[in-house]
Nanobody, 119 residues
Framework: QVQLVESGGGLVQAGGSLRLSCTAS????????MGWYRQAPGKARELVAT????????NYADSVNGRFTIARDNARNTVYLQMNNQKPEDTAVYSC????????????WGQGTQVTVSS
């Protein structure tokens, strides 16, 4: 059974930094794309950043571009999200997603980790 385990969430002041980790129980090449999504209270889930496991093509939401960095470590089966210059509006539950090579197969999701940015 594939598992995605997130870590690194917590409380940080505005302007601070956190790094989230998502470790898969299988080699990340099992997936086509891995990414981070977030959901704030009362809001829809939104994409934060994605990275392809092969060529490393990266995509960021406009709201985090220039502040967040997504990276992968194939040897550790881990994807990271480095979050710098954080803002209160970054407060949300952040979840790791792994999309499989076949679009007809459902994605895998982690359990989510809370990130709270105080002003």
């Amino acid at each position: 059974q594939v598992q995605l385990v997130e870590s690194g969430g917590g409380l940080v002041q505005a302007g601070g930094s956190l790094r989230l980790s998502c470790t898969a129980s299988v080699r990340i090449f099992t997936f086509r794309v891995m990414g981070w999504y977030r959901q704030a209270p009362g809001k829809a889930r939104e994409l934060v950043a994605t990275i392809t496991t092969g060529g490393g093509s990266i995509n960021y939401a406009d709201s985090v571009n220039g502040r967040f960095t997504i990276a992968r470590d194939n040897a550790r089966n881990t994807v990271y999200l480095q979050m710098n210059n954080q803002k209160p509006e970054d407060t949300a539950v952040y979840s790791c997603d792994a999309a499989r090579w076949s679009s007809s197969d459902p994605d895998y999701w982690g359990q989510g980790t809370q990130v709270t940015v105080s002003s």
